[in-house]
């Protein structure tokens, strides 16, 4: 008996697993990005799942062809930056495909469920729209759950070497692991970590001094335009005190040799309150 597959409900139901396995993708590598290159990205994917009418191609034309599309997909969702940051993203996206393919595999062949159908390693499901929807979120969730308890319970370093760089310049330093630091950029939403006025005194412009003393309302007075587009005003609030910081987002931010991002501001602290003065820079946990 042959399987009757339509196609408005294969091309909603990988919309869905699609839009989702890139929400988780985004979710694991820290990367945001709008809602509206999400729904494209996912929409792409569920293009390619017409190929579930392909006569079956074998498991090289499967892992090709889906090395081949996840790389679109990221790219349409994500965008091109560095090589490195898309080859990451690419291939977080394409092993959760694979391991979502692995596990409607397991189930198919355990239980071969009425309706469910899979070729050239794509999934159908003879099931309603609302089901879909509740599933595929139930998934999400307990997924996205089991990440935040793994990163977590993962051990950290407290003490941390630290290069710090924008426009050319090099910052190296010592960093301490603070968790109590959850401070944010508010439009970004990304991690802020701390350093002190001395630490980056040697890097910053002329015009800028003022700003990144503390005295926030002189933002208009910086004239490097490079500087002005990276600059930004962040509250604060301790146990003992409030206030805004001045902050920068950096050209990347390299921990140990090991972690990189860009996606990070520091902010800057024209008193060492705050800081051992052992350390350079305090960590936001967040980076991680």
């Given at each position: 008996?042959?399987?009757?597959?339509?196609?408005?409900?294969?091309?909603?139901?990988?919309?869905f697993i699609n839009y989702f396995l890139l929400l988780l993708t985004s979710f694991a590598q820290k990367e945001s990005t709008k809602r509206l290159r999400l729904l494209l990205g996912a929409l792409l994917g569920a293009v390619?799942?017409?190929v579930v009418f392909l006569p079956e191609m074998g498991t090289?034309?499967?892992?090709?062809?889906?090395?081949?599309a996840g790389a679109g997909i990221v790219f349409v969702t994500f965008g091109f930056k560095t090589y490195k940051r898309f080859l990451k993203l690419s291939a977080v996206f394409i092993l959760m495909t694979f391991l979502f393919a692995g596990l409607m595999i397991a189930l198919w062949i355990?239980?071969?469920?009425?309706?469910?159908?899979?070729?050239?390693?794509?999934?159908?499901?003879?099931?309603s729209l609302p089901v879909l929807v509740a599933t595929t979120a139930v998934c999400y969730v307990v997924i996205k759950l089991?990440?935040?308890?793994?990163?977590?319970?993962?051990?950290?370093?407290?003490?941390?070497?630290?290069e710090l760089e924008i426009f050319g310049e090099k910052l190296k330093g010592r960093a301490m692991l603070d968790t109590g630091n959850t401070?944010?950029?508010?439009?970004?939403?990304?991690?802020?970590?701390?350093?002190?006025?001395?630490?980056?005194?040697?890097?910053?412009?002329?015009?800028?001094?003022?700003?990144?003393?503390?005295?926030?309302?002189?933002?208009?007075?910086?004239?490097?335009?490079?500087?002005?587009?990276?600059?930004?005003?962040?509250?604060?609030?301790?146990?003992?005190?409030?206030?805004?910081?001045?902050?920068f987002q950096p050209?990347?931010?390299?921990?140990?040799?090991?972690?990189?991002?860009?996606?990070?501001?520091?902010?800057?602290?024209?008193r060492k309150k705050y800081i051992n003065e052992s350390f350079d820079m305090l960590l936001n946990p967040n980076l991680f």
């Open positions: 008996m042959h399987e009757i597959i339509y196609v408005d409900v294969l091309i909603v139901l990988n919309l390619f799942s017409l090289l034309f499967n892992i090709f062809s889906r090395v081949f355990l239980f071969r469920p009425q309706g469910m159908l899979i070729n050239n390693s794509t999934v159908y499901f003879g099931i089991a990440m935040k308890f793994i990163a977590k319970n993962k051990p950290q370093k407290t003490i941390c070497e630290t401070l944010s950029e508010g439009f970004s939403g990304y991690p802020v970590v701390i350093c002190t006025y001395d630490f980056i005194k040697n890097i910053i412009p002329e015009s800028s001094e003022k700003f990144f003393k503390g005295d926030v309302n002189s933002l208009c007075g910086i004239t490097d335009e490079q500087w002005r587009k990276r600059v930004r005003v962040v509250s604060f609030l301790t146990v003992g005190d409030t206030g805004l910081l001045p902050a050209d990347k931010l390299i921990i140990d040799k090991t972690h990189e991002t860009d996606k990070v501001f520091v902010g800057v602290m024209s």
